[in-house]
């Protein structure tokens, strides 16, 4: 692996709540090259978003808290960061797309106005400066005459044109990695696959690194160099795309693949994974999965199986794959 940009190391975060205490991230570990793109998939309540919240420090304290692991960024302790130094980080180095724009872009403010406010505060750029970076900028996300939408608020843009906004307000200060969370998630399915190619385009023009999260594995197919797939707050297989799709281990990531409608399919009907997510406030004992596991043993339901490596560079926790 080339140098990595953002490194996390046995990251645990809780959640203390009325009913009890909810461990969302559980011990999870994976690193991002420079110029890498990297897909974390799972179900909902799997912990992806709770990871990439970890990593821009959002989670809300109380209830949530990192407990422990290390989050390391070009180098950096993220943990150990003032809430002042993760402010000049947020934007500016790192920045995020959510799945539901409206949530991240102000309804009494223009365009112009939110996009240029980062760009005056992060790179100190005079109001001129910022206006015609703006335009640029919408013109890069493909945003048509933006000399004229830039004065428009974001209830006058489609949902489709709402994320390129916001695809925009986020590379607006050249940060070294993206993270998006489902970002496609909300548009119909030929508008996701605009912005993706808009996502994908720009990461690699840019020479940016990419944390894609999505519950869909046919999308990172497409996005993403790297996967981690989690489940129930584990990271239980991590690859190289091709190895992955090639050659999956855990019967999660399988059970994943198998539920993806393919063109070149036997049969007419998907194979969807059997039960349910578990509810994470009294997790099975054990290896999470093994409630709904074709495989589970006797050992699957005492002991959490360990995260190995299982061939180069790929990783599983599964007992399928050699114990203790
Ligand atoms: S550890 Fe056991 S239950 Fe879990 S995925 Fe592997 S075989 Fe299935």
New binding site residues.
């Given amino acids: 692996m080339g140098e990595a940009v953002l490194e996390l190391e046995d990251v645990t975060v809780r959640f203390r709540l009325r009913r009890g205490d909810l461990t969302a991230v559980n011990g999870v570990s994976f690193a991002i090259a420079r110029g890498e793109t990297f897909g974390l998939v799972g179900e909902s309540g799997s912990g992806k978003s709770v990871t990439a919240r970890a990593i821009m420090r959002l989670i809300p304290h109380p209830p949530g808290e990192i407990q422990s692991g290390r989050i390391l960024f070009e180098g950096e302790h993220v943990l150990a960061k003032s809430d002042a130094e993760m402010r000049a980080l947020r934007g500016r180095r790192i920045a995020m797309v959510f799945q539901e724009p409206m949530s991240a872009l102000n309804p009494v403010f223009t365009v112009h106005d939110q996009i240029s406010d980062a760009l005056r505060t992060n790179l100190k750029l005079s109001k001129a400066e910022a206006r015609e970076r703006v335009i640029e900028l919408l013109s890069q996300v493909g945003i048509p005459s933006p000399h004229k939408r830039l004065d428009s608020y974001v209830h006058e843009f489609s949902g489709g044109m709402r994320q390129r906004v916001m695809l925009a307000m986020a590379l607006s200060c050249s940060p070294s990695l993206l993270i998006a969370d489902e970002p496609t998630t909300a548009l119909d399915v030929t508008i996701q696959a605009t912005i993706l190619e808009l996502i994908t385009g720009m990461i690699e023009r840019l020479g940016m690194s990419l944390l894609f999260i999505t519950h869909n594995l046919g999308v990172v197919a497409h996005a993403c160099d790297k996967i981690g797939v989690m489940y129930a707050s584990h990271l239980?297989e991590l690859g190289d795309k091709r190895e992955i799709f090639a050659n999956p281990q855990?019967?999660?990531t399988i059970g994943l693949l198998n539920s993806i409608p393919r063109l070149d399919a036997q049969s007419k009907y998907l194979t969807p994974i059997q039960g349910s997510v578990c509810n994470m406030m009294e997790p099975p004992t054990?290896?999470k999965?093994?409630p709904r596991?074709a495989?589970?043993?006797d050992?699957?339901r005492r002991e959490v199986?360990k995260f190995r490596e299982i061939a180069p560079g790929h990783m599983a926790?599964?007992?399928?794959h050699g114990q203790g």
């Fill in positions: 239980v855990h019967p999660y054990g290896c999965f093994h596991c495989h589970a043993m050992l699957c199986p926790a599964c007992h399928l």
